[in-house]
């Protein structure tokens, strides 16, 4: 499916911003907006966000002065339909959602490529079996699909994966759980990952994740944890892993009182860099690098970093299995994205994993964020500080860690691509030898 936005009214009024796939758009006066609009001060800088995930999209208002407008109504996050109208100014856009791509605008005959609604069918929950309304491409579409109320369950109780036992319950997150489980053929240890789907998922795109997921599994590193199992069992995708028998980043370092020893800071890291430089070289992009994806095991000073979900961001949201990510509790994971992240969410380049790597080891080793926001920020502070706030030099919060070292990281931070590390490996060896 696809989302159009088409201008019908302002500067640039006949336009039409189209998109199959996720994806970002941001209206503002900065330059770097995708509709940019630096001479109307109606605008803020950074005005507002869209997220495109077709069928769905999301409207995000980033404190802007003036607000923007939806079906005339001020707004400050919402989710958007066919035919809604967004206002900014003398701007207007109307969301058009779509099966096939929109006719030019200048055709006018019956025949020239007029765009398809999406067909309303009927979904059954394959967990209670609750029919619900759902958007598709054609009426004879096989959707899976979970109801919000069976979502919830699952996230509480989650089911027992086929040729599995369940041990125990490691942890919740926003689609899921983590569970300790027990490969019933071997006897081994592993952990088992449960995905479920946010809204009602095509055959087709479920088989577009799983093949995503397999690609990345070809990743094998020793810093890197062993993808070894998928499947889908009753509309729940669940991942199979190898178990790291310690805990991540981010509960080592609060168990230690909020922030890490240096030593042990700094080897997490450059492990962490080792699997990075590895996985670019193969051509994959980590692209949700933060330290809760590093698990480590052993005691210091012999600790041992994984770097987990791989790709798996990406697989999520070009599925569609995630929905739209601004719609949920993401402001911790979005402080780590860099401002390239944000404005375009699909192209991703090595350099946006190193400014994450930057993020990661200011935590561990200050117990704080490098921008000025704490860890409880809404979404539109964090966005806001993302694209706007320089960050703050390591050495402030930090004048123990020798300058060097601060100087390394706070390169991984700069805004601009072309003033990071332009590889991992160069920021690992940089680090390596300032200890």
Not at 156 to 164: K, L, V, W
Not at 420 to 427: C, E, I
Request: glycine share 8%.
């Amino acid at each position: 499916m696809q989302v159009n936005l088409k201008v019908t009214s302002g500067p640039y009024k006949g336009r039409i911003f189209s998109f199959t796939q996720h994806d970002s758009f941001l209206i503002g006066r900065s330059l770097d907006a995708h509709l940019c609009l630096p001479e109307d001060r109606y605008f803020s800088r950074n005005h507002c966000l869209l997220e495109m995930n077709p069928p769905h999209s999301y409207l995000r208002d980033l404190g802007s002065t003036n607000g923007t407008f939806l079906n005339g109504q001020r707004v400050k996050d919402a989710f958007l339909n066919n035919g809604d109208r967004i206002q900014c100014g003398e701007t207007i856009l109307v969301v058009e959602v779509t099966t096939t791509a929109p006719a030019n605008l200048s055709e006018t005959t019956q025949d020239a490529g007029v765009p398809k609604r999406p067909v309303i069918v009927m979904v059954e929950c394959l967990n209670c079996g609750r029919r619900e309304q759902a958007q598709a491409s054609a009426p004879d579409e096989h959707l899976t699909f979970l109801c919000e109320d069976c979502r919830i369950e699952l996230k509480r109780s989650p089911q027992a994966i086929p040729g599995y036992d369940t041990v125990k319950l490691l942890g919740r997150g926003g689609m899921g759980c983590v569970m300790l489980g027990r490969e019933q053929r071997t006897g081994r240890a592993v952990a088992i990952k449960t995905l479920l789907p946010e809204f009602a998922v095509s055959d087709k795109a479920m088989r577009r994740f799983i093949r995503e997921i397999d690609v990345a599994a070809t990743l094998k590193h020793q810093n890197i944890v062993e993808f070894l199992d998928r499947g889908t069992h009753n509309g729940v995708v669940y991942l199979v892993t190898e178990f790291v028998d310690g805990s991540d980043a981010s509960k080592l370092a609060e168990d230690q009182g909020g922030r890490l020893s240096y030593d042990d800071g700094i080897s997490i890291v450059a492990q962490a860099l080792d699997a990075l430089s590895f996985a670019h070289a193969q051509g994959y992009i980590h692209r949700d690098f933060k330290d809760q994806n590093i698990l480590v095991s052993g005691r210091s000073p012999n600790l041992i970093a994984k770097l987990t979900d791989f790709g798996l961001a990406k697989s999520l949201t070009q599925s569609g299995l995630s929905g739209v990510t601004m719609a949920g509790e993401m402001a911790g994971t979005l402080a780590y994205m860099p401002p390239e992240q944000l404005r375009n969410f699909r192209d991703v380049k090595p350099q946006s994993d190193i400014y994450a790597v930057g993020m990661t080891a200011y935590s561990l080793l200050t117990g704080s964020l490098a921008l000025d926001l704490s860890k409880n920020s809404s979404v539109n502070d964090t966005i806001r500080a993302i694209f706007e706030q320089p960050t703050v030099p390591l050495s402030q919060r930090a004048p123990h860690i020798p300058r060097a070292v601060s100087d390394i990281i706070d390169r991984a931070l700069a805004k601009d691509p072309a003033q990071r590390w332009q590889s991992a490996g160069a920021m690992r060896n940089a680090l390596l030898h300032s200890i």
